[in-house]
């Protein structure tokens, strides 16, 4: 005989809610499964093998309070605010696979009125008078019998917000990482005005109930509630580490150049987990000592522009004669990567 569990996060916070999602499933029994929803207020969420910087515009996200969080599992970028509902099916069942949980949010939305379909291996679309579009994209993880399908429902999301966010500057990236593929996305309130949170939330736990041929109560799930878990707080603080959220990017390249009036400068980067490893400067600058030595002192900072502004801060120090043209760089570096 398996069990059920029907969990709901009370939290908007994404570190939080894709902390709880990874601790259930590490510690799941044998013989259950869980759905679990959630909702993020402003997030980007990135898949497991993908670079933030390619992905996403970070400079928009750290002045706009926008927060950036990578889940366990592989995919590309997406966009959450609270017009965005999040499912997560964990099971041990022997059986379990993702067309069983897919199946479950489709008769969910099919409860409440909503007609989607498959289409590729994880979106959900719907037809609309535009033609079909993606309401929702999942993705799926198995490990040593545990499986998990998660994904996410587009209710009543910002899409103006959506492309603003997941816009990257451009820049000469290089990298070996998973790049997104754009799709056209629609929200399901185009054939639903009135659709919110609650009632997808009770047409996924219908069906279910319905699937599994039995029901359970509900568990309302708030941040205080895990403090006292044992093993719980380290799951969160490394989803809060830049580290994890940025640092954990593939190995990726990222070439700057610009002009100033006293000369061009080029400059190039390897960046390793979030670290830069190695950096090369050029410039036909007719004082080029200054320029040359920020290439050293660049390598081994993390790839932010908080610690490259304090870099560039000690850098101008050691050469106060030439405090204008270095400021100039500083401020053309920081923009760059911000």
């Not at 799951?235 to 994890?244: G, H, I, R, S, V």
Request: hydrophobic fraction near 35%; include cysteine.
């Amino acid at each position: 005989m398996y069990s059920l569990r029907l969990l709901l996060s009370d939290s908007y916070d994404p570190w939080f809610n894709l902390s709880v999602e990874e601790y259930m499933f590490k510690n799941i029994p044998k013989k259950q499964s869980i759905l679990f929803l959630w909702r993020n207020q402003n997030t980007v969420v990135i898949g497991r093998a993908q670079n933030a910087w390619k992905e996403c515009n970070t400079r928009r996200m750290e002045r706009d309070g926008i927060k950036l969080a990578r889940r366990s599992s592989g995919g590309g970028a997406v966009f959450h605010d609270l017009g965005n509902t999040c499912f997560t099916f964990i099971s041990t069942q022997e059986h379990y696979d993702k067309k069983l949980s897919t199946n479950i949010v489709l008769n969910g939305l099919n409860h409440i009125g909503i007609k989607a379909i498959i289409s590729g291996r994880n979106d959900l679309v719907i037809h609309t008078v535009d033609g079909e579009r993606k309401i929702s994209g999942s993705a799926y993880r198995e490990t040593s019998g545990r499986k998990f399908h998660h994904g996410t429902l587009l209710l009543h999301v910002n899409i103006d917000k959506l492309t603003y966010y997941l816009n990257p500057d451009f820049k000469k990236l290089k990298t070996k990482g998973i790049t997104s593929i754009r799709s056209r996305v629609a929200n399901l309130n185009q054939l639903k005005p009135s659709i919110d949170h609650q009632e997808v939330c009770q047409g996924l736990t219908e069906a279910f109930f319905q699937y599994h041929g039995m029901r359970v109560k509900s568990e309302i799930l708030s941040i205080n509630d895990f403090y006292h878990i044992p093993g719980f707080v380290e799951l969160f603080n490394k989803q809060c580490d830049w580290n994890w959220n940025f640092g954990s990017a593939p190995a990726f390249t990222h070439q700057l150049d610009a002009r100033f009036e006293w000369g061009s400068v080029t400059l190039h980067f390897d960046i390793e987990r979030g670290i830069i490893n190695r950096s090369r400067i050029f410039t036909d600058s007719l004082e080029p000592d200054p320029i040359e030595t920020l290439a050293k002192k660049l390598v081994g900072i993390p790839y932010n522009d908080k610690t490259i502004q304090y870099c560039c801060t000690e850098w101008i120090k050691d050469w106060p004669q030439y405090k204008e043209e270095l400021s100039e760089v500083s401020r053309w570096l920081i923009k760059k990567v911000s």
